[in-house]
């Protein structure tokens, strides 16, 4: 059974430009959440996508977007980079939120 | 509304137990507990339900007190293969989407 799967593993971009990450869950996973992961803020909460609707929105500007497809990719946004967006992004998957989620490898995305 | 874990660190040696606590200031429908290693995704241990059905690991267990918002994660006889970082992910009953903690590092030495 294939797991969650990110792409691409690694970025290097430039402050001020904006980046698309991919997720494709696990089949038959409706939802996807997407996480910020940063030595010092830990594990922190983007969004939640649920049959192609945002369910729930974390504390992230305007410039953290996403969305979900009908076949339930999903993908994150993220507009005029800055350094501090610089992180492990991760997406992670679930039949319905009651049996825990799958977390995919992430994306590395670095800002210079 | 970020959980609360405790402790920071630990340090075991080989067969030794240890509780990891996580505390929330909201009414919690669910807690999740993760274990992350190193250079590796998050990965699904157990969840605990509001009204007591659990779901998860055969060899690690976790309690769950609803009216103080509290969980906590019992390893018992630690192996190496417990090293790592373990996080607790709560949803509160507005349904507001999985929160994690900042995580606990557990040590487990020979």
């Known amino acids: 059974k294939a797991g969650v799967t990110q792409t691409p593993r690694y970025l290097i971009k430039t402050r001020g430009q904006q980046v698309t990450l991919s997720c494709s869950p696990i089949s038959g996973h409706r939802s996807v959440s997407w996480y910020q992961q940063t030595p010092g803020q830990g594990l922190q909460f983007l969004f939640e996508?649920?049959?192609?609707?945002?369910?729930n929105k974390g504390n992230f500007p305007g410039r953290f977007s996403g969305r979900q497809f009908s076949n339930s990719r999903s993908e994150m946004n993220v507009s005029t980079l800055e350094l501090g967006d610089s992180a492990l992004y991760l997406c992670a998957s679930s039949r319905t939120g009651d049996m825990g989620y799958t977390f995919g490898s992430g994306t590395r995305l670095t800002v210079v | 509304q970020q959980p609360v874990q405790s402790p920071q660190a630990v340090i075991l040696r080989e067969g030794e137990d240890a509780v990891i606590n996580c505390s929330s200031s909201?009414?919690?429908?669910?807690v999740h507990w993760y274990r992350q290693k190193h250079g590796e995704a998050p990965v699904f241990l157990m969840i605990?339900?509001?009204?007591?059905e659990q779901k998860g690991h055969e060899k690690i267990s976790a309690s769950f007190n609803e009216k103080k918002q509290q969980s906590s994660l019992y390893l018992t006889a630690s192996q190496l293969s417990y090293s790592g970082t373990y996080f607790c992910g709560t949803e509160d009953l507005e349904a507001k989407g999985l929160v994690f903690g900042k995580g606990t590092k557990l040590t487990v030495n020979p």
């Open positions: 909201k009414a919690l429908y669910s």
């Open positions: 996508y649920f049959s192609e609707t945002q369910r």
């Open positions: 605990l339900l509001k009204g007591g």
